[in-house]
């Protein structure tokens, strides 16, 4: 589990810096499925808390984008 | 011929012990009370004080008691253990809620909730990355952020060595007034504090707890 998050993570920012998300579950991060389940931040409240949404932000990160970078880490 | 002396008054005087080679039967034969001097307690009833309904007042210090005449019941009303083993990955640098999360509902506004969390599997995936925790209390969908940045730079050494192997952990306390009897929920957020990766906890599913206690006025 904990080699997919590092090869994810990496890849994200191998493909776009300073992205940031979050990932709430122990599956294995390596199908669709899962990277649909990733919260991407878009804002910060005035606790100082992430707003996060499901849908995906950026564009140039799609699961084919990610997990072709994942396979060559 | 043997001569047989029938004796058909009563005996006076002094019981030798060789009179009593039979014994007395102290059920049948022994009547009147017992003086205080020889063992007996110069009582004549045979019931005894019924110390849960006769005894009232209360008893001298002197002789174990302690004079009170009320007691103060134990402080600590609930203990509720939270936590999860579910993971929470995160490259935010802002705080995101982890899964790792406590419920109490107080029962008196005065109480005090100490709040307990012991965090395992801290996992950071790039150098110099290291992770942040903050406190958020929630009452009836409001949070309150108790503690901004209540530990830092936690897990900033694990990529010394080899990524996998070095995970850690890292426990703090509070001790929280929240004033109120509603349903409470307390959350360990968590953010990427330094570095460009992202911050595990519960990595490869290892528990943490967080405890909370509710202690009385």
Known sequence: ?????????TAINNLKANVEWTYNANNQLNSEEEFNKILWNTGVDSNGSAIQSTTNPHSELTWTAVKAEMDKL | M?????????????????????GIDLTAKVTGTLPIANGGTNSTATTFVNATTNVTGALPIVNGGTGA???SPGKIA???????????????????????????????SNSKVLLQFSGNGIFVTAQATAMAFQLVRTVGGVSTNLSTKFARYVG??????????????????????????????????????TGSGSVTLCANG???SFVAMEVLA
Do not use: H, W
């Open chain 2, 78 to 108: 609930q203990v509720i253990s939270g936590g999860t083993s579910s993971s929470t990955s995160t490259s935010s640098s802002s705080f995101v809620n982890s899964n790792c999360t406590v419920a109490i509902t107080p029962t008196a």
């Open chain 2, 69 to 71: 005449t009320s007691f």
């Open chain 2, 206 to 208: 290892q528990a943490s």
């Open chain 2, 156 to 193: 900033y050494m694990t990529t010394l060595a080899a990524l996998n192997d070095m995970q850690e952990a890292c426990s703090f306390e509070f001790l929280d007034s929240p004033s109120t009897t509603s349903a409470t929920t307390y959350t360990i957020q968590i953010q990427r504090e």
């Open chain 1, 1 to 9: 589990m904990i080699d997919d998050i590092n090869k994810f993570s």
């Open chain 2, 2 to 22: 043997t001569l047989t002396v029938v004796k058909t008054t009563a005996l006076t005087g002094t019981i030798t012990n060789a009179q009593l080679a039979g």
